[in-house]
Every structure is written in C-alpha cells, then in structure tokens.
C-alpha cells in the first residue's frame, strides 16, 4: 500500500511537472511569496526625514544611500514620482513607494488568501465530511442549510463578523500590548485583519463542504470502508483513518483555487470600503485607488493590476494543473 | 428544450439591437440634441429620498425640490445676499425682527391651476411640525414662536404657533426672537409650501406614503412640474406653464440623473451626456483642471471640515495637548497635494459670511505646537490616541496625511480606526474614540448653523465639550435686537469655543463640479442652489473634445 | 416528475423563509440604526420615526407584524426612502433581469466553447491560450475591468455610451463585465466535465470503432460533459441578477443588485429583508430549472428520480 501511495504521488508530480502552464505558474507564485516576505526585511525601512525634522522645511531629504529603500510612509512632497533609481515604480497619491505598497499590499493579499481558505478549510472539510457520512436526512437537513446560507446577503454578514470581532481583537491586542509588552503596531496590524480572515472564511466553506460531501458520498460507498464497518470500527476512526486521508487529493486541489476566489473577494469588500482597513493596505486596497486615478496617472493601476492578476492567474493554473495531476480519473491516459 | 429557448431569446435580442441600431445611431451627442430641446440634464450624485420637502433632510434632494417647489424668498441667481420675490411679492419686518408678514403672489398657482394662499402655508408648517410626521428637519421652523412646543408635543393646539393668515394673500409669522435672517431661512426647502388639496386626496396631513409625489400625482408652485420617475434612473422635470412667472423660465425641462458613482458621472460629462454634475471626484480635479479648464468649477461652499476631539478622553481633557494637536496640523499642505480644491485652510469653525469675520485662532505653527505639548506635561510616547474615520469622501487619505504631521512634528504615534459609515457615526455619538474626521454644511447662510451644533446635550455637538460662557454669548446673540451687534456676539462665542479647541477646522469646503459652456446663467453660490429659472442653454459651436 | 418539482417548490418555500428569518435577525443585530445619520435627529422625532416602523417593538412583534403584512404581499415601506419596497423591487427587476440574461448568454457563448475546445486539445497552446483568456475574467477584477471598458471601449465606438441605461446597446459593456467571470468559471467547469467524459470507456469504445470524431464529441461526449455547466448555470444566473452591485453603480444600472448594497449599510431593514426574498425565490428556481434540464438532457438521471 505505502509503496503504491508513494508512487501515485510521485506521477502525479511527473504529471504536474510535464504540464508547463502549471509549472511556470508554481514559479511564478513562489517567486511573488518570495517578494513579498522577503525582500522588505532586506530593505530600509525607516521613514524619510524621520531623523532631520527640519529638512522637509528645508527642502533637503536626505536620502541614505541603502540600495533599496522602499519606504511606506507618505511623503507629500513627492507624489505621483514616475519611476526612478530611488523608486523603482515611482510613488502614489501622497508620495509613498509604490514597490514597497505593492509588496505590503501582498502580505496582506496572501495572507488573506490562506489564513481565510485554512479556516473555511477546516469548516468545510469537517461540515462536508459529517454530512457525506451520515447521508439520509441529517445529509439532507445539513445541505439545506448550506442552501440557506448560500442566500444570506454576503455584504451583511461580513461587516457583522467584522464588526463583532473588531470589538474582541481591539479589546484582546490592548491586552497583549499592554500585559505582554509586545510591539503595538504589529499587534494592531494583525489584529486589523483578524475579522476579515473570519468573515471571509466563514463564507467560503459552503463550497468546499459541498464538494467534500460528494467526496464522502462516493468514498463511503467503496469496498475497504464497507469492510471496515461490518468490523465495528467506530464512525469517528472510519472518518479520520478511511475517510479523510483518501479526500484528501482533490480537497487540496480545490483550496487551491479556492485562493484565488478569496483574494479577490478580499479586493472586491476593499473597494466596498469594507476590507483592509487603514493602516494597512492590500492589493485591493492598491487597486481601489488606482482605479480613481486611471485618467490621470494609469501606472497606479495599471501596475497593481498587473501584478495582481497574473497571481491570480497563476494561481488559477496551478489548481488546475495540481487537479488535472491528482484526479485518478483523469490520469488514465 | 432549455437549448431552443434560449436560441430563441438570441434571436429576439439580435432582433433588438438590429432594430434599435438605426434609431441610436444618430443621438452620439446627448448634450447637443439636449440643448436643441432646451432641456437640461445634471447629474445628481444620488437617488432621492423623496420629493416631499418637508421629508427629505438632502442636498440631493435639495437640488430637485428647488426645480419643482419655491418658497417665499427667492434666490438671486448670482447674489447670495439678495432676496427676489418668490411665492411672496413683498415682504417686511417690524422693528425687531420679531414679527414678519408675507404677501403672496396675487396670481400664484399650484401647477393644476388651484391658486397658492396662506392656508397652503399654514398648512405645510402645521404639517412639518406635527408630532405624528415626524419629520426629520422640523429643527428648522423652530424660529417660528411656540413650533419647538407644538412639535414636542407640549401644546397640542397648533394655534399656539405664530403662524397667522391675516388675509388669503398675507401671512404673518411671529419669531421667538429677532430673526433678521428669516428671508434666507424661507429659501429652505423646510419652509415651501406644499398643496394642501393633493396631500389631503392621498391621505392626509401626517400620512407618509410616498404618494402624492409620484408622477402624476405631484403638483408643485414652482418654474418646473414633475413629469416621470423612473426609480434610480431619472427624474424629468418640465416647464410649468401655471408659474406666476413663466415668461422668465428659459428651459423647457430639466432632467436629473442619479449617478451615485462620482468616476462615473464625470465620464459621463466627460463624453458629453451631462451639462452639469453636482459634485466632482477630490482624485479627478486636477486631471479635470488640465484637460477641460473651462468646465471645471471650484466654487466656494457653505461648509467646514474639522476633526472631532473627545475631551471625556483622560489624556485629551489637556487643552494643551488639543492645541497642540491643532497647531501641528498643516492645512494647506492637505489642500495643495489631496484635495487640490481650491479650499481655503480654516482658521475657525464658521467661514466669511456677510459680516461675519472667519476667527483666526487655528493655523499651522510647529514651534507653538511643541511649545503646547511641552506645557501639557504629557511624554509622547505615552500618548495612545486613534483617529477614527471612515471611507467617505477621501477622508482616508487625509487621516494618513494627519498621522504622518503628528508623528513628524510632535514625535506622537497615533493608529487610525477606519469604520463604515454607520459604525463610525454610532462611535462618535457614543463618544468611542478619540478623535475624529467630520464635517458639517450649512444649511442657511447664518453662522448660527455651524454654532448651535456645540451647545450641550446636542446631538451633533458628539465631543463631551460644554461651556457655560459659550452658551451664554450664543443666547445674547439671540436677544440682540441689532443684526450688526448679533453678529459680533456670535463672532465672540466662536472664540471661546475655539479657545478651548474640542474640534481643529481643517478647511472650508468648495464645491467642484463640471459645468458645459453651453449653460448660461449658472453661477456660482455659497450653497449651490441654483435658480433654474434663470439658467438657459445656448448651442456652441465648438464641443470639447478629450 | 411533477411530484418531484412540487416537493422541491415546497422545501424552496422552507428554504426562502428561513434565508428571511436569519436575514431579519442579522440585519438588527448590526450596530447603529436607520436614523443614525450625519445630522442626528432629535429623540422625539427620532422616537416618532421607529414607533412609525414599529422599530420600538420587541423583535418578535416585529417579526409578526412584517410576515402578517408580507402575506397581504405588502413588503413594507423603505426606511430610507419614502416608497413602497414592492415598488422599488418592480421598477429595479426589469433592468436587473436584462443584465443577468444577457451575462449568462454571454458567459454560456464564451465558457461553454472555450472549455469544450481546452478539453479536446488538452495541454495544447490552444488549451492553454483559451484558459488564459477564459481566466482573465476571474482574474480581472469587475471594478478594474468596467471603468477600463468604459473609457477605451465605449468612448471609441460611436453608438456605445460610457454609462447609463437607456437602449440595448448600453446593455453590451456591464453584461460583458459580468458574464466574463461566469464565463471563465464555465469555461473551467465545462472542461472538467469534458476531460472526464472523454475519459470514460463508451467515448474510447465508440472511437475505436471508427466513429466520426465531431460526431462522437456532439452525440456522447458533450451530453455527459455539460451537466456540472448544467448544474452550474442556475445558481450562477440568480447571482448575476443581483450580485452585480459595482457593474451597476460603474454603469449606472438600474438594478437591484445596488439595493443589496445599499441597504446593508443604510439599514433598510425593509428593503434588504424584500431584495433578500426576491434573491432566495431566484435560487430555488435557478436550481429547479438545472435539475430539470438535467433531466431532460440525461433521461437516465429521470429513473433514479
């Protein structure tokens, strides 16, 4: 069996590997994690004329001589720069680099993305998985409600869980800040995105119940767990030993086009004015400026959108390809 | 069979836009075959509440109801101070402003012919002040004597109220107290008066069901009478031949586009299917400047923008600290790179009105800044403050701008708490923050409209902050017989409010919209409220082109 | 068959009521109420205006007096605008049903081709270049991609406007936007179900047998292959309907899907509580119509029924 197993795992990544969209699509996608985490911790980060108060009045920045310094903080003297050595994609609105927002902005994106599909991961898998099981009317009764909720205004809810969270995570950063000493503006950094990761989450486990209920549906169905319920194994050690190891493949393969769909949903409620909040950004947020700039300076959005949609792109072949390489069914030929 | 269906509806849809092909082909220019007509169309930021004047509480709303309904006073179409005959041909006041008495038009009439007479007055404000309507701007007639009683509930005789028909031409209405602004409170759609003889067939005076302002069934006193509705679509006005003083109306109709997207409404003037728009996107004016020069106004507006300050907050009870934080703020800075309006830096809450002097208490001053957060006593570092605002009107991007001027001048950290529209108006009445955007437009050219607000226990006052002196210069103001007097007694409780700084004015409003050359006699006015019946549209020969 | 239709319009009623009680529940639950506002009202009129709406009663009083006046199919009068909320929901409906149409047109014209021919050349640059165009659509997002039509596109042909909804041409660009992204989620599914068919031993039987390839994909491939886009586009059509809040305040549309919106964040309790109605009604028979012309595509699914 472990043999078989490991072997299936090894032509799926010969499948992956032969499928050259998919594969330029991984590099892509690491390429941009890569960036985005790594490349602002080599960067300067102090903010412009932080040290010299009296050099904006003066007029005379000094610029150290860091080979990147992709400054976040604003500076109004030197908005809407076109592309240079000191900012490689110029600078926006209110003077602030546009590489280094961009590479913020997809902290946050990413983060988005997997913290939210790893929550409604963890709600779907366990809701699609019970109700696949179980069958008959508890399936019945557990997939109307999915039904119901599919029809709830998504808006409402999100700015509800929101807002009940933002009531908690304020109240528990002040805490940590406070009691444990630990740096305030990353705390309130994260504390900020908790309630969208939430919000989102919560919405988006509906599909991937339903998909993880037809794969209990037919999985349940099959030989070996058959076998292990006319020996006595509790339903409890079927789900976790039969069930879920064998769902496992396609599952990961939907999340990851799940992730996709949350980044965007994440820009869309941005542009609502509901997503990232100040002082954070995201490649929503990036774009929802850009977008009241494209008469006059495209670069704003032409960029971010650049960025963002090849990711999402890529992103989207990967799921494709990491299906096309794991469906059993579709490996036949 | 779902496959035919659909095949069939194809057909039915190529058939559509086959068929409409030739009839569209020939309207590229909306605003040239408009101006043919003679008809007008503006974008208007927005659907409408309502078209009852004495429901809506909008200046979108405002823009409509002016078309359609005229009060006693009519606007100037290019003096704010003067006031034209209106539904009223005369007007005078006794000695001491308390007692004024209004002769109406001896050939007013609503736009089905019935004549206007004061009992349509008496009627409107019995309507607007009834406890039962519940209407949401009635604080506007509270000037008239005895109507904050009678809509309170505390008289229930409405007789009480200085409203008094002396004949069916003259209506005399007593004040609380001098009032000398009284003409430019009538200009309100507050105080237009509304057909007694339609509300009553669509059920009755304190009835609110959307009704009798249908199309159709609305009738109106003013140049233009409502002639369709469709919801969040348009809104078409038309002459209306009945006005006393049609002759002078120029347009034949005036069309009304709710477009709520700014981007939108400016790409929509911008490919000539609008004349004008009521309102201009902060991201588009300088682009906007560049391109079309001619069409872009920066008009002077009846408003003030300032930051909230919650003196309950421990460290915020310093007045050292709040000016401090006012002083470090650099308004023109805000001005000159975001808002790029042509706004003026406030140097007080109430800008120059009449006679009124703006103060000049706030200005940016970093070594005055220092010099108060020194005297506070307050280490900045340990200083934990938020600034809340929300995801209106590009107040974000000027938190971020204010964020940045306190950390650089004054070594403060302060996090921003960005909320939707709702929560953020809950959280300032609640007083759950610490210092917040906002603003507030006027609603009459009068500086009692930005000074009332900040008695106690008002609900817009929403800082903690009260003071005993303030409110006495506000109520001496309020006897003072002298107009002239009035105003310096106001002009006085300005500076012991800003004296005590619960709010820092960032700047005084202008209005920025898009105007089309062909558009005659719009200009420009502290609150916007255009005459329509002195606006007409010339054909030019030269179309901007982008 | 007919039986099977009635049970399903039946728990689609329980389905609707129970989307109505959680929204009602939710909607109170936000903070704020209707008259907050940028001027605050008075408590006395404030108080006149919720005993009008009966807001100063318990929630289930509330709840009693709206099912009560909901089944005289009176909707309630929006909080924030002086109208009938039937009224806003009729005049908003035909704009709203244009738009979904038309999008699902377009978004079965392009997705269903476009993951038919990836499935068939799979892993070819023909595969690859139809996916990219086809995912662009998803990738692309609706408030980038409608002011950036608007301003090149319509700006540049004569008879298309930037905005605004009077003829059928201005029904091109938003339903464009908004059937892109179906389209391209279509395309994906179709393709799916096509690799899988194709896959399956009766298509590689009939190939073998020599049958004529273009005849073999029509006849058996696509009729298996179709079902999850089947399945897909009913749901997805009551979505386009009223899920297309930025296309239509881009466009300036008519349509319901600005009410969703705007009604969450001004609290129109009666407003959200009407449009929430109309969108669970669309659901049921969104699904309703898929299943039925599941049905009738595969008359074996009609024997397990």
Known sequence: MATKGSSLRHDAWMRLRKNSMATASLFFVLLIIIACFFVPIVGDWTAPNDADLSATENDTIQYNTHWFKPSNYQNLDNKFATPSREHFLGTDQVGRDLLARLLLGGQISILVGLVSTTIAGIIGITYGAISGYLGGRVDNLMMRIVDILYGLPFLVIVILIALLFSAYTREASEFIITSWGWDSELVLKFANLIPLFVAIGSIGWLTIARITRAQALSIKKLEYVEAARSLGLSHYSIMLRHIFPNMLGPIIVYATLTVPGFILAEATLSYLGLGVQSPNSSWGILLQEGANYMETQPRLLLIPSLIFSLTLLALNFLGDGLRDALDPKAAKD | MTFTRMHSSFTLLTIAILSSLFSSCDKQNHVDEATKDNILIIGNSGEPADLDPQVVTGVLESNIITALFEGLCGQHPSNDGEHLPGAAISWSPNDNFTVWTFKLQPNGKWSDGNPV???????????????????????????????????????????????????????????????????????????????????????????????????????????????????????????????????????????????????????????????????????????????????????????????????TQPQLKSIHLRKALGHAVNSQAIIDNILQGGQEQATGLVPNMGEYQAAKEMFYDP???????????????????????????????????????????????????????????????????????????????????????????????????????YERQLTKAELTEDPLQRIRTLEDAEKVLLGETPIIPIFWYTQCYLKHQSLKGWHPLILNNQPYKFISLEQIATVPEA | MLSTILSRLCQGCIVVFLLLTLTFILIRMMPGDPFTSDKALPPHIKEQNEKRFKLNESEIIQFKAYLTTLAQGDMGISITREQPVTKIIKSSFPASAILGFAGIIIAIGVGVPAGILSALRKNSFIDYGTMILAMLGISVPSFVLAPILASNIATNIPFLKVAGWGGPFDWFLPSLTLGLATAA???????????????????????????????????????????????????????????????????????????????????????????????????????????????????RLRESN
């Open chain 2, 367 to 469: 070594e005055l800044a220092k010099e108060h957060l020194a005297k506070s006593g307050i280490n900045p570092s340990e200083l934990k403050l938020t600034l809340l605002t929300t995801d209106r009107e590009g107040s974000k991007v000027i938190a971020e701008a204010l964020q940045d001027m306190w950390r650089k001048t004054l070594g403060i950290t302060i996090n921003i708490r960005q909320s939707e529209w709702k929560s953020y108006q809950k959280a300032m009445s609640d007083l759950d923050y610490d210092i917040c955007t906002g603003g507030w437009i006027g609603d009459y050219p009068d500086p009692t409209t930005f000074l009332d607000m900040w008695k106690k226990g008002d609900g817009n006052n929403r800082t903690g902050w009260s003071s005993e002196e």
């Open chain 2, 117 to 311: 007479t004061t009992q349509d007055f008496i009627y409107s404000y019995e309507r607007i002040l009834h406890p039962k309507f519940g209407a949401k701007y009635a604080s506007m007639l509270y000037y008239i004597k005895g109507a904050e009683d009678f809509n309170k509930g505390t008289t229930k005789d409405f007789s009480n109220v200085g409203v008094r028909a002396i004949d069916s031409h003259t209506l005399e209405i007593t004040m609380r107290a001098p009032i000398p602004f009284l003409p430019d409170l009538t200009k309100h759609y507050t105080w237009y008066p509304v057909p007694k003889h339609i509300i009553e067939k669509h059920g009755g005076m304190v009835a609110k069901n959307g009704e009798w302002t249908e199309a159709g069934n609305l009738v109106s006193n003013g140049a233009f009478t409502l002639s369709k509705w469709v919801l969040f679509d348009r809104i078409e006005c038309i002459k209306n031949p009945l006005y006393w003083d049609s002759p002078t109306v120029q347009l034949e109709g005036i069309h009304f586009l709710p477009i709520s997207n700014a981007y939108t409404e400016a790409r929509m003037f911008f490919n000539n299917q609008l004349h004008a728009t009521y309102t201009l996107a902060p991201e588009l004016i300088s682009y906007s400047k560049k391109k079309y020069p001619e069409n872009t106004k920066l008009d002077t507006y009846l408003g003030s923008n300032f930051l909230r300050l919650n003196v």
């Open chain 3, 185 to 299: 989620y279509l395309a994906r599914i179709t393709r799916g179900g096509m690799l899988e068919t194709l896959n399956q031993d009766f298509i590689r039987t009939a190939k073998a047998k020599g049958a004529p390839a273009l005849r073999v994909i029509i006849k058996h491939a696509l009729r298996g292959g179709i079902i999850p886009a089947i399945a897909y586009v009913g749901p997805a059509f009551a979505m386009l309907m009223t899920g297309s809040f930025i296309v239509e305040t881009i466009f300036q549309v008519p349509g319901m899907g600005q009410h969703f919106v705007n009604a969450t964040k001004e609290l129109d309790f009666f407003l959200l509580q009407g449009v929430v109605i109309v969108l669970g009604i669309l659901i049921v028979i969104g699904n309703l119509a898929a299943d039925i012309a599941l049905v009738a595509i595969n008359p």
